[in-house]
């Protein structure tokens, strides 16, 4: 069964910088997409960033481009943040899918339990 558990959430002001961690255990596939995806109150939850683990392909929502990375990392998935902003503080979550990377977060199968993020 696939386990994916999030780590490096916190508070900083405007225009500082977090790294978030995904430890993902438990699948032996060798094409997956691994995602971040995040949720503020009353809001619906986004997509965030993208990974296809078969060629390395990121990509990227527009709100984000710029600021947010996925370092290349064979054992770990993280999200490099900077330039944070207010409008970013939301519970984050990282997820995991067969196949090819989408957009929707009901095609992720698999979901860590989330790490917040605050921005003031």
């Known amino acids: 069964q696939v386990q994916l558990v999030e780590s490096g959430g916190g508070s900083v002001q405007a225009g500082g910088s977090l790294r978030l961690s995904c430890a993902a255990s438990?699948?032996?596939?060798?094409?997956?997409?691994m995602g971040w995806f995040r949720q503020a109150p009353g809001k619906e939850r986004e997509a965030v960033a993208a990974v296809y683990t078969r060629d390395g392909t990121t990509d990227y929502a527009d709100s984000v481009k710029g600021r947010f990375t996925i370092p290349k990392d064979k054992n770990t998935l993280t999200l490099q943040m900077t330039n944070l902003q207010p409008e970013d503080t939301a519970m984050y979550y990282c997820?995991?899918?067969?196949?090819?990377?989408?957009?929707?977060?009901?095609?992720?199968?698999?979901w860590g339990q989330g790490t917040q993020v605050t921005v003031s």
């Open positions: 438990g699948y032996t596939y060798s094409s997956i997409c």
């Open positions: 997820a995991a899918k067969r196949g090819w990377c989408s957009w929707s977060s009901g095609d992720f199968n698999y």
